[in-house]
């Protein structure tokens, strides 16, 4: 059975850092097309960071230069470094294939942004 579980997310102060872990099972992320997404409430899930298999990266336009994605092939863990954190990007974050393979949606971490 193929599923992601999420971790790391907490409350932090607008300019403060977080770092999310995707634990994945069932499939070796180092195989797929794997990004990190996030949900604001009343808002839909936008993708905000991927890596491809070849290691290549990229980045929502808002994100850019601020957070970083990264995986441990060894762990199976996908990895989301966000640094200079916004209050609007209080969200659920959520790791999952961008292509590839159609995989169900995990719990996510909850980020909260705020002083």
């Known amino acids: 059975q193929v599923q992601f579980v999420e971790s790391g997310g907490g409350l932090v102060q607008p300019g403060g850092s977080l770092r999310l872990s995707c634990a994945a099972s069932?499939?070796?992320?180092?195989?797929?097309?794997m990004g990190w997404y996030r949900q604001a409430p009343g808002a839909q899930r936008e993708l905000v960071a991927g890596i491809t298999s070849g290691g290549s990266t990229n980045y929502a336009t808002s994100v850019q230069g601020r957070f970083t994605i990264s995986r441990d092939n060894t762990k199976n863990t996908l990895y989301l470094q966000m640094n200079s954190l916004k209050s609007e990007e209080t969200a659920v974050y959520y790791c999952n294939a961008v292509s590839g393979i159609v995989v169900d949606w995990g719990q996510g971490t909850l980020v909260t942004v705020s002083s």
């Open positions: 069932g499939i070796p992320v180092s195989f797929y097309h």
